[in-house]
């Protein structure tokens, strides 16, 4: 394999995009790909908006995981790909736009499901689950959702009762039993990723 790749899953604002921030700190960015499982939503064109809201976007079949499988595949097998946008305001995929991922030495993947396809995680070289306090997660998802994605307090409050918890409880914090590493982001994880880092050039520098 050219390539190896890296999931970062975990629950919903748990910090996942801080941990592969500061693996990007410490990675060469030009050999490092991001891919964000977010945009693999499944198109809803044919969908109402009223209907694309009562969508449970943190259960398993709200992703398209067979085309989230076959891109990462030709990642990894030096192909470039175009990776979907999806559209947050909008609850769709946005239409004929997407994201040209070129082939690199390191791919990262991150999402809230990104350990639950067997196919997607077989693939994975480092396989990352971020925990963090379902409190402060709420909080955090609040901030985001009303400031970065335009939705109201209430809106958010609802869909996290309805939704998000219990399939956060059913689908996501399952998965981490199949994480290599668990790093719990109520505190410092620099040795977390110290080790992380060195796993990572191990398996470059044999790969060479």
Known sequence: MDSILIIVAGGSASGKSTVVKHLMDKLDTKEVGIICM??????????SMEERMKT??????SFDLNLLYIQLKELLNGKSINEPVYDFVYHNRKEN?????EPKKVIILEGI???YS???RDLANIKIYVECDDDLRFIRRLERD???????AKFVIKQYLDTVKPSHEAYVNPTKRYANIIIPNDHSHEVALDLILSRINEIIRSDK
């Open 38 to 47: 977010d945009n693999y939503y499944k198109d809803q064109t044919e969908l």
């Open 97 to 101: 736009e997407y994201i040209m991922i």
């Open 146 to 152: 009303t400031i970065e994605r335009g939705r109201t």
């Open 113 to 115: 499901l990104a350990l």
């Open 56 to 61: 449970n976007y943190d259960h398993p079949d």
């Open 118 to 120: 067997k196919k997607i």
